[in-house]
């Protein structure tokens, strides 16, 4: 089934990747153009009957990510955003190289509780802390992988290695998983009405912290390709 149509014009899809070792993976086999817009890196191909812009960020983080997506939807005409990225677990219960959709977004680095007495993570401009993500997408990845976890993302500019951290976010915001790139894309594809997916996987557990995610990114990453292009298809 067709979610996302353009009449006869050909889907464009945006994908966004922090890293590298993040975009390598989606591109192999791939006849991928690379086009430079600044500082960003944009892979151009067909997939699935599909446009494809990827752009790698500059950098990590939330102000680059939502950087190379406003590029995507301004420049490159995306008519949807797809990310995919490797994340840390908040409890136990998330296992190490689990892959999940990304159902909700918290950026928990938003705090104006001095100034107008906002709960932690509220936006004005949004009904809830936890700002949703696009139904639609995320009833296409039930389809395709009916038992794949939906679940909520702590985000902000910040790698979480302690295990005290990541239970705080846990437990203030009932996140599962916490990255530093969600908020951005979310936050941006919500101005400009653009839906988005994001699909996770763990690198590091609760416990594992910055060792253990340079010991299983690159392991990591690999995880969450077949997913992505399933979800291409079904567009």
Do not use: W
Request: aromatic letters at 8%; a negative charge.
């Amino acid at each position: 089934i067709q979610v996302y149509t353009k009449g006869e014009a050909v889907m464009t899809v945006g994908i966004v990747v922090a890293m590298d070792k993040e975009v390598a993976p989606f591109l192999k086999g791939k006849n991928a153009t690379e086009i430079r817009y600044g500082k960003y890196s944009v892979f151009n191909f067909k997939l699935a009957g599909k446009d494809i812009y990827l752009i790698r960020q500059y950098s990590v983080g939330e102000i680059c990510a939502a950087g190379a997506t406003q590029i995507l939807i301004t420049k490159f005409g995306a008519d949807v955003i797809l990310n995919f990225g490797v994340v840390g677990a908040l409890t136990s219960e998330i296992s190490l190289l689990s892959t999940m959709a990304v159902g909700s977004v918290v950026h928990y680095a938003m705090d104006t509780t001095s100034f107008n007495g906002y709960e932690l993570g509220k936006y004005s401009c949004f009904d809830d802390v936890a700002i949703a993500c696009d139904k639609k997408l995320l009833d296409i990845v039930s389809g395709i992988v009916p038992d794949l976890p939906v679940v909520r993302c702590a985000s902000a500019d910040k790698f979480v290695d302690s295990a005290q951290e990541k239970r705080f976010l846990n437990e203030q915001f009932k996140a599962d998983i916490c990255d530093m790139e969600s908020a951005g894309i979310v936050i941006t594809c919500a101005f400009n009405e653009i839906p988005c997916l994001l699909i996770k996987t763990v690198s590091d557990s609760l416990t594992g912290g910055g060792k253990q995610y340079s010991e299983t990114v690159l392991q990591a990453v690999t995880q969450y390709v077949s997913v992505v292009e399933k979800v291409l298809e079904r567009l």
